[in-house]
């Protein structure tokens, strides 16, 4: 079965632009996560999609913003993009909630602001 | 508050001889443990859980670890390390019974000389 596909693999924006980046979760899963990574923080949760709901934040400012829709797929945006927002952007998905499975993780985008 | 704690930042192995990679956890319940290995501009790969039941969990690659609940540990182990399972490991917890998403430590590198 197909992966979890996150879409674009690479982009680069500019300070002050916003960015959505796109999640499609393996077929069936209704769970959709999203984390940073970067090299100095390691792993951060931003949010957590279930049925179309945000289920569970992180601690990050309200630039950045999701959404899930009824086919499980998910995007994220960022406004007012910030130098420091560079990094690999994980999205993951899991059957549901609090489930025992554990995730499977996308390939990543790799934001890079100027 | 969960929390997962990965001592080293490095470890070093020569090939052919056996590695550790450890992680310490912190939950109010019982514990979902899982490790995953990430390969450079790549996502997160799972490599193996704890949900209940033996200590000793197998997992990909022939990597396995054991879950100690007394000393809240989940430490990563191989008999014979591969150059090739140098990449970044990142251990992970949640609480059993709880929706909360995944708990990461900062990550392991793990680095395998010929």
């Known amino acids: 079965k197909a992966g979890v596909t996150q879409t674009p693999r690479y982009l680069i924006k500019t300070r002050g632009q916003q960015v959505t980046l796109s999640c499609s979760p393996i077929?069936?899963?209704?769970?959709v996560s999203w984390y940073q990574q970067t090299p100095g923080q390691g792993l951060q949760f931003l949010f957590e999609y279930f049925s179309e709901t945000q289920r569970n934040k992180g601690n990050f400012p309200g630039r950045f913003s999701g959404r899930q829709f009824s086919n499980s797929r998910s995007e994220m945006n960022v406004s007012t993009l910030e130098l420091g927002d560079s990094a690999l952007y994980l999205c993951?998905?899991?059957?549901?909630?609090?489930?025992?499975?554990?995730?499977?993780f996308g390939s990543g985008t790799r934001l890079t602001v100027v | 508050a969960q929390s997962v704690a990965q001592p080293e930042d490095q470890v070093n192995v020569a090939e052919g001889n056996p590695l550790t990679v450890k992680c310490t956890y912190s939950?109010?319940?019982?514990?979902?443990l899982f490790w995953y290995v990430q390969y450079p501009n790549r996502g997160l790969q799972f490599l193996l859980k704890?949900?209940?039941?033996?200590?000793l969990v197998k997992g990909s690659y022939g990597f396995e670890a054991e879950f100690n609940k007394s000393q809240t540990s989940f430490h990563l182990k191989k008999p014979s390390a591969l150059v090739s399972d140098s990449a970044l490991y990142f251990c992970?917890?949640?609480?059993?019974?709880?929706?909360?998403?995944?708990?990461f430590g900062k990550g392991t590198k793990l680095s395998v000389k010929p």
């Open positions: 704890y949900i209940t039941g033996d200590n």
């Open positions: 993951a998905s899991t059957l549901r909630l609090g489930d025992n499975y554990g995730y499977t």
């Open positions: 939950v109010s319940g019982n514990p979902y």
């Open positions: 992970a917890v949640r609480e059993a019974g709880s929706q909360g998403n995944l708990i």
């Open positions: 077929s069936g899963h209704r769970s």
